[in-house]
């Protein structure tokens, strides 16, 4: 039953958002699943927060919602509205030009407390060809790291953090033994605010910040560089490599989308799952960042900030799992690919974005990353093999 205070608000969002009137093709600060403190009450929750508009053409193109009460699933007994009219079922396609809608549901007397914008986008591009494995016998492959840091421009501590993170990154010998990735979760006005992750520090058991994880296998908190040194060393230590990766990537200004193709090749026998990020540098916060006093380090700027995720939901497994996309089981020398299609914001910098793509490996009954790439936006990784 739609409340007064419920009725004036969909009048308002009515005129404000719907298909015909365009967003950047992503919600810019859309509810999504999993925000802090959104478990209890009437929650609507989706499963991806934009699709393509094919109609429902592929998994892509098709967003499902779920309906929880106090924790309860009660999907089968609300009711989903789309603007002022009533879902038929839980599930959403649409053929509409890119634009952004917006969702609620009630359930009795019950509504939403938040609603959802799910952002329909253009299909995207083709993918590019597959990578060439140009030493079809080799496969001893480098091992990187995946550090993933939790911070934000309201957290007063992080500045610390990234000091201690830099200090490490000049260093000769472990700069060229992990890939960095910053997960802005710490508060929506963040302009570097991770909008389609909001599980992703759950996911890796973070409840602080900042705090920095290493191949979401363990975190620390200690703000200093020989701690993170001793981190990367143990996760060098920790296992073996398992597999390597090639990346070809492409960037369609036009249809706003990097497009990549991957290629993984297994070192041993394992199950594999792949996961792709999208990253942007040099996001000024233009004084934002809360510091606690502290000063930065020569070559640091506390407002300016580097290896921000942009898009996760690629790698998601689930809603809290983000160690990538099944890729199957691969003996020693196969290979499998998987491709990836990232829309994009008008507000993000083009110029400054880029991709990572790991792998992901069992250890125990506990899903790693095993190994993990860097690639443009546009051009080619091939894999990268010991001496």
């Known amino acids: 039953m739609k409340t007064l205070k419920r009725l004036a608000f969909m009048l308002l969002s009515v005129a404000l958002v719907g298909c015909g009137n365009t967003t950047d093709g992503l919600n810019p600060g859309g509810n999504g699943d999993g925000d802090s403190g959104a478990d209890q009450g009437l929650v609507l929750s989706v499963d991806k927060l934009f699709i393509y508009n094919n109609g429902g053409a592929d998994e892509n193109g098709v967003a499902t919602f779920t309906v929880t009460y106090n924790g309860k ?75 993933t840091q939790f911070t934000g421009t309201s957290c007063g501590f992080c500045p610390e953090m990234m000091n201690a993170l830099y200090t490490v990154a000049q260093n000769e010998y ?111 916060s233009n004084g934002l960042q809360a510091n606690n006093g502290y000063s930065p380090i020569d070559g640091v700027d506390f407002n300016i900030h580097n290896n921000s995720i942009r898009l996760a939901n690629q790698s998601r497994q689930s809603s809290t799992d983000y160690t990538g996309l099944t890729l199957g089981h691969l003996a020693a020398g196969e290979t499998a ?15 400054n974005l880029r991709v990572i793509v790991f792998i992901s490996t069992k250890e125990g009954n506990k899903w790693c990353v095993n190994n993990v790439v860097k690639a443009p936006k546009s051009g080619s990784v091939e894999f990268e093999y010991e001496n």
């Not at 909001?198 to 560089?225: C, E, H, I, W």
């Open 174 to 284: 472990y700069s060229s033994k992990y890939v960095l990735a910053a997960a802005h979760l710490y508060g929506a006005a963040d302009p570097a605010y991770l909008n389609d992750a909001k599980t992703l520090d759950k996911s890796m058991g973070v409840n602080s910040f900042p705090t920095v994880n290493v191949d979401m296998q363990k975190n620390t908190g200690y703000r200093n560089a020989e701690k993170l040194f001793d981190l990367i060393a143990d996760a060098l230590e920790r296992t073996t490599v398992k597999g390597g990766i090639a990346v070809n990537s492409e960037y369609h200004a036009e249809a706003g989308y990097i497009v990549i193709n991957t290629l993984v090749k297994a070192a041993a026998d394992a199950d594999f799952r792949i996961g792709a990020w999208l990253l942007e540098d040099k996001i000024n």
């Open 337 to 351: 690919s998987k491709s990836f299609a990232f829309p994009l914001l008008k507000s993000w910098n083009a110029d």
């Open 73 to 147: 699933d009660v999907t089968a007994d609300s009711t989903i509205f789309k603007g002022e009219d009533e879902l038929d079922g839980n599930t959403f396609t649409s053929t509409a030009e890119p634009c952004s809608i917006r969702f609620w549901a009630s359930y009795g007397t019950e509504v939403t407390r938040a609603d959802i914008l799910l952002n329909i986008v253009a299909t995207p591009p083709s993918a590019p060809a597959v990578p060439v494995d140009n030493n079809p016998t080799k496969t001893n492959f480098v091992r990187r790291v995946l550090l």
